[in-house]
Each structure stands twice: as C-alpha cells, then as structure tokens.
C-alpha cells in the first residue's frame, strides 16, 4: 500500500495497462473520523494504493469496491459507513464514500496506415482504455516512441494481419497503397469477423470498391457494412487532425469504448 500516491497517476498507470480499478473517495466526513473529505485510494483486484485511514472502513471500502468489479461495466455507487455503530470504530463519526469503477474494454482497433492520418489517429486515441494494434510496412512512418496500449506491427505483408480480426475488431484501412486498401478490406469482408470497418477516401472510391468486391464474391449486405467516407458528418476540412477528430467521434458513437458485453458498432 502506497501512503503517498497520485491518485491521478495511479488512474493513468493502471488505465495504460488496461487494468480495472475503483477509485474510492470520501465524499463527507462528519465528527471525528480517519480522514477527511476529498480522501482518495485507488483500488484493484489484487492491490490498493492509497489510504482512507485504515481500519473497518477501509476493509469494508475495499470489499466493496472489488465486488464493484466482478461487474463487466463501469459504475459509481455511494456508500455510508457508521463507523462507530457498524464498524466498531472508536471514532465514532460518519463517512460517505464513492466509489468509482474503471473497466478497460478490452477493444481493440486495427489500423493499416501510419501516414499522416494514421499518426493523428493514434494520438486522438492514444489515452482511451482500447488496444490499438499498429500496422505498416514502412518503419520510418512510425514515430520513436509509441503510446501506452499501441502495438507496432512492422511487416511486408500486411494483409496476414487480417488473419488476427475477429467479431469484436474494428478496423481502419488508410495505407499508402489503393491496391493494399483493397485487398485489406476485400480479405476482412470475406472473413466476415468485424466491429466495424472503415476506409479512408471518397464516396467516388466507395463506388470503384464496391465493384470490384462485387466482382470478387462480396455481397451487397456485406458491401453495406463498408463505412467509406468515414467520420462523422458535417467535418468538412481537410487536415489530418481534423479528420482523426471526425473518425474518432465516429468510433466512439459506434461502440469502440463501450463496455457492455456483446455490443457490437450495430448496435
């Protein structure tokens, strides 16, 4: 147990990780009790950083802040400690507490692409409990150092990766290469295993797609799935920041930080 933390950092740290915590805080102390208001500790299912002043009303917050994550979504619930009466403290004052659960996702997003889209798509992402999983053949496009939760999958083939999708994957396609889009899209519809699938370019390269996809065994419920142009609508500009901005807004409308069991982006 840390006596001396950064509840803050600890939250980051552990979201980085994609570890589940609850983040309990006394909320209102009255007469004499272990700490006062504002009081934080952070909770895991095997760890505990921080303090709220020990004792009954510590082990009861930890207790119930472990039972907290036994469930697959966030949730915040309040709790009211007698400590005198129920805990058998001798301070006998009164403590609420919050408790606050963080659950990661477990989501992961797969994006073909480090260009210059790509890159501020990472960065918009980067700080949200999902998994990115980084691919592109060209070993310069990546930056020095990648964020918490980013794999880089340098590889000359790319499409092999299309392999590793399954039902709960979104995925975004925007490589250097029109050919490399198409037959990284045309390999995940054939799978079928998929959140969602968006492709970078116009509705003018939708059209050529859809085509050959057609031509390829690609059926027109299938080709409906496809989201190209992606984003959100009504962003009009052009910079890569900007539409990263629109996509991310998209993804996350669609499901890709929910946590609830069995959603999917059609949902």
Same mark, same amino acid.
């Given at each position: 147990m840390l006596q001396d933390f950064?509840?803050?950092?600890?939250?980051?740290?552990?979201?980085?990780?994609?570890?589940?915590?609850?983040?309990?805080?006394v909320m209102e102390a009255k007469g004499s009790t272990p700490r006062e208001a504002g009081t934080k500790m952070v909770v895991t299912a095997d760890g505990q950083y921080g303090t709220i002043g020990g004792g009954n009303l510590e082990f009861e917050?930890? +207790? @119930?802040?472990?039972?907290?994550?036994? !469930? %697959?979504?966030?949730? $915040?619930?309040?709790?009211?400690?007698?400590?005198?009466?129920?805990?058998?403290?001798?301070?006998?004052?009164?403590?609420?507490?919050?408790?606050?659960?963080?659950?990661?996702?477990?989501?992961?997003?797969?994006?073909?692409?480090?260009g210059h889209v790509g890159r501020e798509v990472v960065a918009v992402l980067a700080a949200l409990p999902i998994d990115i999983v980084w691919i592109d053949s060209r070993a310069q496009e990546f930056p020095a150092v990648l964020p918490p939760?980013?794999?880089?999958?340098?590889?000359?083939?790319?499409? +092999? @990766?299309?392999?590793?999708?399954?039902? !709960? %994957?979104?995925?975004? $396609?925007?490589?250097?290469n029109h050919d490399l889009d198409y037959d990284i899209v045309r390999s995940v519809m054939q799978r079928g295993r998929y959140a969602y699938l968006g492709?970078?370019?116009?509705?003018?390269?939708?059209?050529?797609?859809?085509?050959?996809?057609?031509?390829?065994?690609?059926?027109?419920v299938d080709l409906a799935r496809l989201i190209c142009p992606i984003g959100i609508g009504g962003v009009t500009g052009k910079h890569p920041r900007e539409i990263a901005i629109a996509v991310a807004a998209q993804l996350l409308a669609l499901g890709l930080t929910r946590t609830g069991l069995g959603e999917t982006a059609a949902a």
């Open positions: 950064s509840w803050l950092s600890t939250l980051a740290d552990l979201s980085a990780r994609h570890v589940p915590c609850v983040l309990v805080t917050a930890v +207790a @119930e802040a472990r039972a907290l994550l036994t !469930s %697959a979504q966030a949730s $915040v619930k309040v709790k009211d400690y007698p400590l005198g009466p129920k805990l058998a403290q001798c301070c006998g004052g009164a403590v609420s507490v919050l408790l606050e659960s963080f659950v990661p996702t477990g989501k992961k997003l797969y994006l073909f692409g480090a939760g980013c794999t880089q999958k340098l590889t000359a083939a790319p499409l +092999a @990766e299309t392999a590793e999708i399954d039902e !709960s %994957a979104y995925v975004l $396609v925007m490589t250097h492709l970078i370019g116009s509705a003018t390269k939708r059209a050529r797609f859809e085509k050959r996809l057609a031509v390829d065994g690609i059926a027109t």
